[in-house]
């Protein structure tokens, strides 16, 4: 015997999970009106739909960081998609919130466990492939960082492109926060490689120093004066590329390990995490 679908009840299930009028309509028929099979109905449609896709590029997307009221914690979730249409896509923005949010309150310590931790009567792998099913593209938590310090702050650059977490060596005031606001700031427009020299791999150290030997050998310069001047071009990449000893961004004329220090003697960046779209 065939069941009626109602307007009324494509409307319900339309609301509950985003889906399109007629996607829902024909999951109820499917599913003889019930609608928790209608529901599983429409995932596995999602399903579908992210097999279909797997081979398509997923290159833009939003990065959300956030933290704890008391600055304790902090989250870093790359939501990604295929377009920066869906991406910019108020949304999509939204549902990245909400990952964000759930993440930092139950505190997962990997992707797949953020993916199965619950969401609106399901999990949150079930939200990604209901929101794969709606928009019909390819969508998934591609990067995921937790972090806790004695302060960590957080920061988000340019239109959602940008996410980076500050680990701070001191309690939350408002003053640390700014700074780390500033660290963070410098963080996304720099890039660096680490925190200070003694986060730079040995590997990365002696293929630069590597380089710097042979450049100086080319020049002519016999092997003895090489190491020397090599060791002068190794000290420059460390001061480009670690965090403390780069030129603050806001005042060339302090690092910004010697800026944080002004704002509170001792004060520094112990780690940090910078997650970028593409």
């Given at each position: 015997?065939?069941?009626?679908?109602?307007?009324?009840?494509?409307?319900?299930?339309?609301?509950?999970?985003?889906?399109?009028?007629?996607?829902?309509?024909?999951?109820?028929?499917?599913?003889?009106?019930?609608?928790?099979?209608?529901?599983?109905?429409?995932?596995?449609?999602?399903?579908?739909?992210?097999?279909?896709?797997?081979?398509?590029?997923?290159?833009?997307?939003?990065?959300?960081?956030?933290?704890?009221?008391?600055?304790?914690?902090?989250?870093i979730v790359n939501l990604s998609s295929e377009t920066d249409f869906v991406a910019k896509n108020q949304d999509f923005i939204d549902?990245?919130?909400?990952?964000?949010?759930?993440?930092?309150?139950?505190?997962?310590?990997?992707?797949?466990?953020?993916?199965?931790?619950?969401?609106?009567?399901?999990?949150?792998?079930?939200?990604?492939?209901?929101?794969?099913?709606?928009?019909?593209?390819?969508?998934?938590?591609?990067?995921?960082?937790?972090?806790?310090?004695?302060?960590?702050?957080?920061?988000?650059?340019?239109?959602?492109?940008?996410?980076?977490?500050?680990?701070?060596?001191?309690?939350?005031?408002?003053?640390?926060?700014?700074?780390?606001?500033?660290?963070?700031?410098?963080?996304?427009?720099?890039?660096?490689?680490?925190?200070?020299?003694?986060?730079?791999?040995?590997?990365?150290?002696?293929?630069?120093?590597?380089?710097?030997?042979?450049?100086?050998?080319?020049?002519?310069?016999?092997?003895?004066?090489?190491?020397?001047?090599?060791?002068?071009?190794?000290?420059?990449?460390?001061?480009?590329?670690?965090?403390?000893?780069?030129?603050?961004?806001?005042?060339?004329?302090?690092?910004?390990?010697?800026?944080?220090?002004?704002?509170?003697?001792?004060?520094?960046?112990?780690?940090?995490?910078?997650?970028?779209?593409?």
């Amino acid at each position: 015997m065939s069941v009626t679908i109602s307007a009324s009840d494509v409307n319900k299930l339309r609301q509950q999970t985003g889906a399109g009028m007629m996607d829902c309509r024909k999951a109820l028929a499917e599913s003889d009106g019930d609608f928790e099979k209608a529901i599983d109905w429409l995932r596995k449609q999602g399903q579908k739909v992210a097999a279909k896709r797997e081979d398509r590029e997923a290159k833009e997307g939003v990065v959300i960081a956030k933290t704890t009221a008391d600055n304790k914690t902090g989250v870093i979730v790359n939501l990604s998609s295929e377009t920066d249409f869906v991406a910019k896509n108020q949304d999509f923005i939204d549902f990245s919130q909400k990952i964000a949010d759930i993440a930092l309150e139950q505190k997962p310590a990997t992707i797949d466990e953020l993916k199965a931790a619950a969401m609106e009567g399901a999990t949150i792998g079930d939200k990604l492939l209901e929101v794969v099913a709606k928009i019909g593209e390819k969508i998934d938590i591609i990067k995921y960082e937790l972090v806790t310090a004695e302060t960590v702050v957080p920061y988000i650059h340019s239109g959602y492109r940008i996410g980076v977490l500050v680990s701070m060596n001191k309690p939350a005031n408002q003053a640390i926060i700014d700074a780390g606001r500033d660290a963070a700031m410098q963080i996304a427009a720099m890039n660096p490689l680490a925190v200070n020299a003694d986060g730079i791999s040995q590997e990365t150290i002696d293929r630069e120093k590597e380089i710097a030997v042979e450049q100086i050998k080319a020049e002519g310069k016999p092997a003895d004066m090489a190491e020397k001047i090599a060791v002068g071009k190794l000290n420059k990449f460390f001061k480009e590329n670690t965090l403390l000893d780069q030129p603050f961004v806001k005042d060339a004329g302090l690092t910004v390990g010697k800026y944080l220090d002004t704002v509170e003697g001792g004060l520094t960046v112990t780690a940090f995490k910078r997650v970028a779209v593409g």
